[in-house]
């Protein structure tokens, strides 16, 4: 079965950079969630999409910026990077159908050095 | 905000032993859902849960909704070398963001 596809798995960039980092979600879903997850810590919610339209917001700093496109992609932007952003980015995708599931990609590892 | 008590924070145990795991919250959830997550990948749902007392098995996990719908617990049966990771549960009210414990890190001796 078709999973949550996020790109790219790995990203390098330096202090002051932006980083665009990409999610399409499995084929249906309508809804996409954003996670940060720092080395040993519990992934943390940043930002959620239904239908296109912003649904929920949680500890995203106001550096970084989401959108859901008409094709259900999503994107998480990234500016001014700051050592502290490093860490594993997930997204994770749900559908009407099987509601409360989130279903997660294999993350995006972002380092600022 | 909403805060997860994940229990034990890790375990390490013989292969072929049963291990238990629970989760608790101050606050009431509607669902519960258990992932597992092995290093630098996504967490794997294992498991969902929507009903108060609602007890659910898929092969060797068994899990259950705390009928106060403020705890959860996890027990895989007859552990094997493959069970090793971080077994993390997630609350969830009405279909929004997870809230997720601290995770419990599983080590399977053999």
């Known amino acids: 079965a078709a999973g949550v596809i996020q790109s790219p798995r790995h990203l390098i960039k330096e202090k002051r950079e932006t980083a665009t980092l990409k999610c399409y979600p499995i084929p249906r879903h309508d809804t996409v969630y954003w996670y940060q997850q720092g080395p040993g810590q519990d992934p943390q919610f940043l930002i959620s999409?239904?239908?296109?339209?912003?649904?929920d917001k949680g500890s995203i700093p106001d550096r970084f910026s989401a959108q859901q496109f008409s094709d259900y992609h999503s994107e998480l932007n990234m500016s001014s990077l700051e050592l502290g952003d490093s860490a594993l980015y997930f997204c994770a995708s749900s559908g009407l159908s099987v509601s409360g599931e989130q279903y997660f990609g294999p993350g995006t590892r972002l380092t600022v050095l | 905000g909403q805060q997860l008590n994940q229990s034990p924070q890790s375990m390490f145990i013989q292969e072929g032993e049963d291990v238990s795991m629970n989760c608790t919250s101050s606050s009431i959830f509607n669902t519960w859902l258990w992932y597992k997550q092995d290093p630098g990948e996504g967490p794997v749902l294992l498991i969902a849960?929507?009903?108060?007392?609602e007890l659910t098995s898929n092969g060797r996990l068994t899990a259950q909704f705390g009928i106060t719908r403020k705890d959860s617990f996890l027990n895989i049966s007859a552990s094997i070398p493959s069970d090793v990771g971080i077994y993390f549960c997630a609350g969830q009210l009405y279909g929004n963001k997870l809230v997720f414990g601290a995770g419990t890190i599983l080590r399977v001796k053999s």
């Open positions: 849960l929507y009903k108060a007392g």
């Open positions: 999409f239904y239908e296109k339209m912003q649904s």
